[in-house]
């Protein structure tokens, strides 16, 4: 397996590493010496190893910084010592002071410690490979964890009859949404649309048929939204589309057309049993007073879904259609 490895030093450090550690990177090494290069290059693009002359400037500040980042913990830091004064130091001491300044050096967040010592080259050559081999099994320790973490996320997020968007990934979903409509000044819209007399086919046909159904339909309206519009199953028969970058002309349309496309074909359950479903939908457009959870932008919506469906279901009421229902309502 290859590795991506960072080597904060002079560039006669990095020469006197071992040729392995060439060969095993994925991109050809390069010698940082500024602190501030080297913390902005991590943030880029994360490293499995760093590499750190101990006499450097910023050598141990950058090992305590990377272990205070919690997303970058798996990251394998070696300090590599060649200060003369340590080195001088460890010739004159027993092997107590030794496992003291390796103490110290892991303390202040190195995750190993070696002695770069001339006259022992090979010896910390193997060193230096043994603690690559450690940084390269966390690394793909935590490549592993990653895509676990992403299948169990997809998992707990979706829908296990639709394949869609479930209603906890529409609760974390839909304040992201929000916050990302506010910060770039677009307007956002939803859809809540919700299976007409659909109790009645799982009466009839029993609820086999109903989960037939339901997944056909969504599959229908999957392929008949945009790019950027998301589904979810908000629960039952009853779902959610949120509209990014669509203002409340734009969203009608869209539930509208969805509408259609539901209405106007029927659905092929199997070979013998033909069904008609119509739906009904509310639309609501995002306003400069919603919450940040977007509450009252799904309360409007959901309102003109229950006006939709008073008023004899198979059709589509946006916020200002309700609104002027109302007050036509209230003149007569």
């Known amino acids: 397996m290859m ?3 960072l080597v904060f030093g002079s560039y ?7 040729d392995q550690i060439h060969e095993r990177a994925t991109n050809d090494l390069v010698a940082i010496t500024d602190f501030h290069q080297a913390v902005a290059q991590i943030q880029i693009a994360s490293p499995d190893v760093i590499f750190v002359q101990a006499s450097l ?5 950058l090992c305590g910084w990377l272990k205070e ?3 970058l913990y798996y990251i394998h830091c070696i300090l590599v010592e ?14 107590q002071w030794e496992l003291e300044m390796t103490a110290v050096a892991l303390h202040q967040g190195a995750d190993a410690y070696i002695w770069q010592l001339p006259t022992e080259k090979i010896a910390t050559h193997h060193l230096i490979l043994s603690q690559l081999t450690v940084g390269l099994r966390k690394a ?7 895509q676990k973490n992403h299948i169990l996320s997809a998992i707990a997020l979706a829908d296990s009859l639709t394949d869609l ?3 906890r ?6 304040p992201r949404q929000i916050t990302r409509a506010r910060n770039h000044n677009s307007p956002m819209s939803l859809i809540i649309l919700d299976v007409d007399y659909f109790k009645k086919v799982n009466d009839k046909y029993g609820h086999l048929v109903g989960d037939r159904l339901l997944k056909l339909l969504c599959t229908r309206i999957r392929h008949n939204l945009r790019s950027q519009d998301i589904a979810f199953r908000y629960g039952g028969e009853e779902f959610v589309v949120l509209l990014a970058h669509t203002n409340g002309e734009e969203a009608l349309k869209v539930a509208e057309r969805l509408n259609r496309i539901v209405g106007e074909q029927t659905f092929s359950i199997n070979n013998k049993l033909m069904i008609d479903v119509t739906i009904s939908l509310g639309v609501a457009c995002l306003q400069k007073d919603d919450d940040e959870q977007g509450m009252s932008l799904l309360y409007r919506a959901d309102k003109c879904l229950l006006a939709a469906k008073a008023s004899g279901r198979n059709r589509v009421i946006s916020w200002p259609q309700l609104l002027q229902l109302s007050s036509l309502d209230a003149v007569s």
Do not use: C, H
Request: charged share 30%; aromatic share 10%; net charge neutral.
């Open 82 to 95: 060649d200060r003369p004064q340590q080195l001088a130091q460890r010739s004159q001491n027993d092997w």
């Open 3 to 5: 590795m991506t490895i």
């Open 169 to 174: 990934a529409f609760d974390w979903e839909l």
């Open 140 to 146: 793909q320790k935590y490549r592993d964890l990653l």
């Open 12 to 18: 006669d450090f990095l020469t006197k590493l071992p």
């Open 57 to 61: 400037n910023g050598s141990v500040e």
């Open 69 to 71: 980042q919690a997303k």
């Open 165 to 167: 968007n479930n209603r």
